[in-house]
């Protein structure tokens, strides 16, 4: 099969072609797994701190992509959940134990044997992967293949956020950041809990415009202070200053959910501003988001398809992925980008 596969950590300065095509044999599923014959896959910014070595794969060579989508082609003796032909998604979660207490009680995403597709086991810049069959999902009919890979990642984790902050109808949810999972969040919130208001906090215009198209009540900078103040919020910048500012703006007993992989070092001194009284004090609570668990992927994708959701796509052959990524890294986004995989 022919794959895009990354060799060594790199920098984008100095290496625009990070991914190399090669011919490798076709993987072939174990007892449990499932073989899928790709036909589209999400690029994520992920990939981009895996080969900057943010996030590093334990071993190299390893071919990365979590969004994908393709049909099954082969089941292994055990496998029975799909057959030959059934189309399937696979997200960041490739596998875990299935036997400690984070397994057992649905949260897998924080198992200590926790594998992620595309660094820990090969992912989805290739012609066929392999995965437990566990871990692949029903992909509703609604959606083509392409408008279906970039949902693995960012509507999953931001479905995610909303379960973690606790959300109910009618309590004031304020959004930090308004990128590519805010934004899916903002049109879930409008479906799932129509009487509750969106505050959104974005630094650039463009972004407030965007959100107060979409159903926000109020759009401002970070550090602004509307009129009323928030039960949930969930963070989505990899910046600390939100993090304060945010908590200003909670409701006594409120709760903030911060959905961010990694928190940059830059702006770490603006925690000293954090007050107690003002950002602590009356039973407010802080809560991390780690990826997503296997239910954040299938439910998303039950409820992106009924409101419905349709993502903005641009695709690639999978022979341009190093361009797509480049792109990324540039910061030319023009909707989620997919590698066309025929
Ligand atoms: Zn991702
Ligand atoms: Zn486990």
């Not at 910014?45 to 590093?56: A, N, V």
Request: charged share 25%; net charge negative.
């Amino acid at each position: 099969m022919k794959a895009m596969m990354m060799k060594d950590i790199s920098n984008f300065h100095d290496n625009k072609t990070p991914l190399e095509l090669v011919d490798l044999p076709d993987p072939v599923p174990s007892d449990n797994e499932v073989l899928v014959r790709i036909s589209a896959c999400g690029i994520c910014h992920t990939e981009l701190d895996e080969i900057e070595g943010r996030t590093p794969p334990p071993k190299l060579p390893v071919i990365l992509g979590h969004e994908v989508v393709g049909r099954v082609e082969q089941t292994g003796k055990n496998a029975t959940r799909f057959k030959a032909g059934d189309r399937v998604g696979i997200g960041w979660i490739y596998s875990a134990c299935g036997k400690c207490s984070s397994c057992l009680s649905g949260n897998e995403n924080v198992c200590s044997e926790f594998m992620a597709t595309g660094r820990d086991a090969n992912g989805g810049y290739a012609e066929y992967m392999t995965v437990p069959e566990l871990f692949a999902y029903r992909i509703p009919d609604l959606f083509s293949d392409s408008e279906a890979a970039p949902f693995l990642c960012a509507g999953a984790i931001g479905y995610r956020s909303l379960r973690l902050a606790n959300m109910e109808n009618g309590l004031n949810l304020g959004l930090t950041g308004f990128g590519a999972s805010a934004h899916l969040v903002l049109k879930m919130v409008r479906h799932m809990y129509p009487d509750s208001k969106v505050f959104v906090f974005a630094r650039s215009q463009q972004e407030q415009a965007f959100a107060r198209e979409l159903g926000a009540v109020w759009a401002g900078d970070t550090g602004d202070e509307p009129h009323e103040k928030m039960h949930r919020i969930i963070d989505t910048t990899p910046a600390w200053k939100p993090v304060v500012e945010a908590l200003k703006n909670l409701e006594i007993g409120g709760r903030l959910v911060i959905n961010a992989i990694m928190k940059e070092e830059i702006d770490k001194g603006y925690l000293l501003k954090l007050d107690y009284p003002t950002h602590l004090w009356l039973e407010k609570e802080i809560k991390s988001v780690a990826n997503v668990a296997r239910r954040d992927i299938s439910e998303f994708l039950e409820v992106a398809s009924k409101i419905p959701i349709k993502p903005q796509f641009q695709e690639f052959a999978l022979e341009e992925a190093n361009q797509a990524l480049v792109e990324l890294k540039e910061g030319n986004i023009r909707g989620a980008k997919v590698l066309r995989i025929e």
